[in-house]
């Protein structure tokens, strides 16, 4: 399996622009995870899914955020107007839960620069 | 305050030496996780633990519940070993979310 896929890698945009992040799951895992790192606040769970629906979105910041699991291949993590402040490394990451043994697998990152 | 707070913040260890990385929580959970974070960026699962102590190569973490502490030892330390480590803990209350620590900056010299 190739892991979990992001794209695009790096996006630079300016501040009010639309921001769409992609992300492909590993191929049977049942829950999807969105991240956010910054140098300020460490790495933050933005919200997760299971079975493609979300079950806590908590850790969204605000209504510019967010996030559709349309099937379970694919998830998508809109900021709809962006703003300087979410410049950050976005992950995606994925997991099945089978009993005990649910380690989480994570994407490569996506370094979102907002100016 | 952070609820997962790890020590120390930074480390610098020769090659050979024996490395520890602590990590205290302070809410109930239903396990914890190590992940390492390469100067590149990219994250990997160490270790998941509920209890005890597991061990993977020159990598051990253990967990103590009662006293809500966990530790990762690196043994023979080595400079590919050099990376940001990082704890997390699963929330008993809510299966998909995971509290982070800051991260432990590691760097092993030759």
């Known amino acids: 399996d190739a892991g979990v896929i992001q794209s695009p890698r790096h996006e630079v945009t300016e501040m009010g622009q639309e921001v769409t992040l992609r992300c492909k799951p590993i191929?049977?895992?049942?829950?999807l995870f969105w991240y956010r790192q910054t140098m300020m606040r460490g790495l933050e769970l933005l919200i997760y899914?299971?079975?493609?629906?979300?079950?806590?979105d908590s850790g969204m910041p605000e209504d510019r955020f967010s996030a559709k699991m349309p099937n379970a291949s694919f998830s998508t993590l809109k900021i709809q107007p962006s703003e300087p402040r979410d410049s950050a490394v976005y992950f995606c990451?994925?997991?099945?839960?089978?009993?005990?043994?649910?380690?989480?697998?994570f994407g490569p990152g996506t370094r979102l620069t907002v100016l | 305050k952070n609820e997962v707070e790890q020590s120390p913040q930074n480390l610098t260890a020769q090659e050979g030496e024996f490395i520890t990385i602590n990590c205290s929580y302070s809410v109930g959970i239903s396990a914890l996780h190590w992940l390492q974070q390469h100067p590149g960026g990219g994250i990997v699962s160490l270790f998941m633990?509920?209890?005890g102590k597991k061990k993977h190569g020159r990598l051990i973490a253990t967990i103590n519940i009662q006293e809500k502490h966990s530790s990762l030892h690196i043994t023979a330390s080595h400079p590919r070993d050099s990376a940001v480590y990082i704890c997390?803990?699963?929330?008993?209350?809510?299966?998909?979310?995971?509290?982070f620590g800051a991260g432990t900056q590691v760097v092993v010299t030759p």
């Open positions: 633990l509920s209890s």
């Open positions: 990451a994925s997991s099945l839960r089978q009993g005990e043994n649910n380690e989480q697998f």
């Open positions: 997390a803990v699963r929330s008993v209350n809510s299966w998909g979310k995971l509290q």
């Open positions: 899914f299971n079975n493609n629906v979300p079950i806590d």
């Open positions: 191929s049977g895992h049942d829950y």
